[in-house]
């Protein structure tokens, strides 16, 4: 199976700055890198596909790049609604996985 | 427009089978898969499988030997089986649509295993 490892766990960060989450595979994946939202007691949220194709009605300053094994997930000037939790997923291998997780929080 | 609803029987005592139900509206089965996820309580996501547009099943393969997924496309339904359920199954499982990113996704149905 394809391992996602993401990085940091945790990051806390205050209003107005601007974030990089980290993606890294165990294997080359091309850009088969997805990356998710969620918020506490919501269902997960596609925020990204294919490492950097937005997807309608995201807010740009959430953007995605990286191929191969490392993938990064940008915001450009945390808001106060980012503070959640983000996903990377792979669909490279048929058997899809997800990483472990990334919490954004307040400083 | 797309909506996926989770339908389950609640609470469920350890090596029972579980069984629950993912409607969905907007799309066509024979068109577009079928995934299903679960998250335990304060964890993160794992992928359990997921049914192909063309009724092809894939699997984790933590689950492969409790797992079943199957449809009934003439309900707009998809449907898993996990048997020999311990406590540690208990969690919110979710049906998602396959892209094969997730564009959309169900509420959720929490299952809680205990005795």
């Known amino acids: 199976n394809i391992v996602l490892t993401q990085s940091p766990a945790t990051l806390s960060v205050t209003p107005g700055e601007s974030v990089s989450l980290s993606c890294r595979a165990s294997?080359?994946?091309?850009?088969?890198i997805h990356w998710y939202q969620q918020k506490s007691n919501e269902s997960p949220r596609l925020l990204i596909k294919?490492?950097?194709q937005s997807i309608a009605g995201i807010p740009s300053r959430f953007s995605g790049s990286g191929s191969g094994t490392d993938f990064t997930l940008s915001i450009n000037r945390v808001e106060s609604e980012d503070f959640s939790i983000y996903y990377c997923?792979?669909?490279?291998?048929?058997?899809?996985?997800f990483g472990a997780g990334t919490k954004l929080e307040l400083k | 427009q797309v909506q996926l609803k989770e339908s389950g029987p609640g609470p469920v005592q350890p090596s029972e089978t579980l069984s629950l139900t993912c409607t969905v509206s907007g799309f066509s089965l024979t068109s577009y898969g079928v995934n299903w996820v679960r998250q335990p309580p304060g964890k993160g996501l794992e992928w359990m499988g997921r049914?192909?547009?063309?009724?092809?099943?894939s699997y984790n393969s933590a689950l492969k030997s409790r797992l079943s997924i199957s449809r009934d496309t003439s309900k707009n339904q998809v449907f898993l089986k996990m048997n020999s359920l311990q406590t540690d199954d208990t969690g919110t499982y979710y049906c998602?649509?396959?892209?094969?990113?997730?564009?959309?996704w169900g509420q959720g149905v929490m299952v809680t295993v205990s005795s």
């Open positions: 294919y490492a950097s």
């Open positions: 997923q792979q669909s490279y291998s048929s058997l899809y996985t």
């Open positions: 998602t649509r396959d892209g094969p990113y997730f564009d959309y």
């Open positions: 049914m192909n547009y063309n009724g092809d099943t």
């Open positions: 294997q080359s994946i091309s850009t088969s």
